[in-house]
Structures are given as C-alpha cells and as structure tokens.
Nanobody, 126 residues
Framework: VQLQASGGGVVQAGGSLRLSCAASGRTIREYAVGWFRQPPGKERQFVGA????????LLADSVKGRFTISRDNAKSTVYLQLNSLKPEDTAVYSC????????????????????WGQGTQVTVSS
C-alpha cells in the first residue's frame, strides 16, 4: 500500500488543521494506521493511531483533548484533526500503516509499521 499525507501548513497558535493520509494500491481497511511527528532537531514521536475498523483509537498524552483520529475506509483515507495548536506541535507529520487482524490492539511502536508515507509540514506560529 502507498500512503500520502497532506493538509499541513502554517497556522497561528490556537488554530486548526486537518491532515489526511490517503492510501492507494491496496484497500486501507485491512490496516491499522498511525500518525507520527518529528519536530525540528528531535526524534520521531507517536501522535496517535486508529484500528483497522476505526473502533479503537489511541492518542499521545501531549495531544489528548486537542487532536482526533478518524477514518473513512470507503475513501481509503485516515484523518488527523489538529485543534488548539501550539508552537510545540510544529513538526513533520507522517502516517504509517500496519496490516492487522480485526482484534489486534492499536499499534504504538513505529517499528511495527510496514508502510510509511511522505510527511507533511505543520508549522504553528506564536
């Protein structure tokens, strides 16, 4: 499966963005999808993930209450809604997919993901 993240941009603190992760080549409904980010000069961080059916989501503590994950399997797209953005949210955001069974837990560790898309830059100005 090929993944393409989009929707990044420059926004003021307190603003919102919606990132999209579009899949092609294979239906995304067989995959759990995770979002990760890499701030300038730092290592990649887990942001959140959603199960293949969308029934389970997991978000990092740093974004809980501000970010949400959803998916539309008919459109082979997973979304990351970013609200109440802070300057520390500035990073390159990437999505990744892991083929899972229905009952599998939401994967958090980036090493277990099989496919990665190119990132999209999110810049939050103060």
């Amino acid at each position: 499966v090929q993944l393409q993240a989009s929707g990044g941009g420059v926004v003021q603190a307190g603003g919102s963005l919606r990132l999209s992760c579009a899949a092609s080549g294979r239906t995304i409904r067989e995959y759990a999808v995770g979002w990760f980010r890499q701030p300038p000069g730092k290592e990649r961080q887990f942001v959140g993930a959603i199960s293949r059916g969308g029934g389970s989501t997991l978000l990092a503590d740093s974004v809980k209450g501000r970010f949400t994950i959803s998916r539309d399997n008919a459109k082979s797209t997973v979304y990351l809604q970013l609200n109440s953005l802070k300057p520390e949210d500035t990073a390159v955001y990437s999505c990744a997919a892991k083929r899972t069974i229905v009952t599998a837990p939401v994967p958090v560790n980036e090493r277990v993901y099989d496919f990665w898309g190119q990132g999209t830059q999110v810049t939050v100005s103060s």
